[in-house]
């Protein structure tokens, strides 16, 4: 295995990791509470633009990892 195809493969598994944190961080900052039957949302913006960022650096570098490891050896 070369060296690239390595890179590239780890590159994928950190791009899942920070996917997954993202998408729990957008999770936790949106919360809905049923008070005597209204439905109150309580959101948190600045943490679900942070978990969106999470997820769009997430996209790049699986991108970047799949190129990698698709990538032909010359």
């Known amino acids: 295995m070369s060296t690239t195809k390595l890179i590239g493969s780890i590159l994928i598994?950190?791009?899942l990791a920070v996917g997954y944190?993202?998408?729990n961080k957008?999770?936790?900052n949106s919360k809905e509470v049923n008070l005597l039957g209204l439905?109150?949302?309580v959101a948190?913006?600045?943490g679900k633009?942070?978990?969106y960022l999470y997820?769009?650096?997430a996209v790049v570098v699986f991108v970047g990892g799949v190129y990698?490891?698709?990538k032909k050896s010359v």
Do not use: P
Request: no cysteine.
């Open 49 to 51: 633009q942070e978990g």
């Open 21 to 23: 944190l993202g998408f």
């Open 55 to 57: 997820l769009g650096l």
């Open 13 to 15: 598994i950190i791009s």
């Open 68 to 70: 990698s490891v698709t």
């Open 39 to 41: 439905k109150v949302a």
């Open 26 to 28: 957008i999770n936790d």
């Open 44 to 46: 948190n913006e600045s």
